[in-house]
């Protein structure tokens, strides 16, 4: 996967914007891997519901279950058929 970021003219307080190359339409079916803030999210299921988000490059996904939604980095998305 690769992330371009955009360059701007802009003060420091803004995020760089991201542009997410790797494919996840909604209804696509993930795995979560290598979330730091949340490492008990990892390894559980879910499916995307929206994204990428066009200022920050993150998918929403709603977990099995009912947690969420939770805004994440495509970097911690695996598509998976479980």
Known sequence: MVTLFAHCECP???RP?????????PGTR???QGLVAKPELNGQ????VSGPNARTG?????????SGPFELMP????????
């Open 58 to 66: 993150r998918f929403t996904v709603q977990l099995d279950g009912g």
């Open 45 to 48: 299921t879910g499916v995307v």
């Open 17 to 25: 914007v991201f542009i997410a190359s790797r494919r996840l339409p």
């Open 12 to 14: 420091s307080s803004f």
């Open 75 to 82: 970097a911690n998305l695996e598509p998976t058929t479980v």
């Open 30 to 32: 993930v795995t979560l």
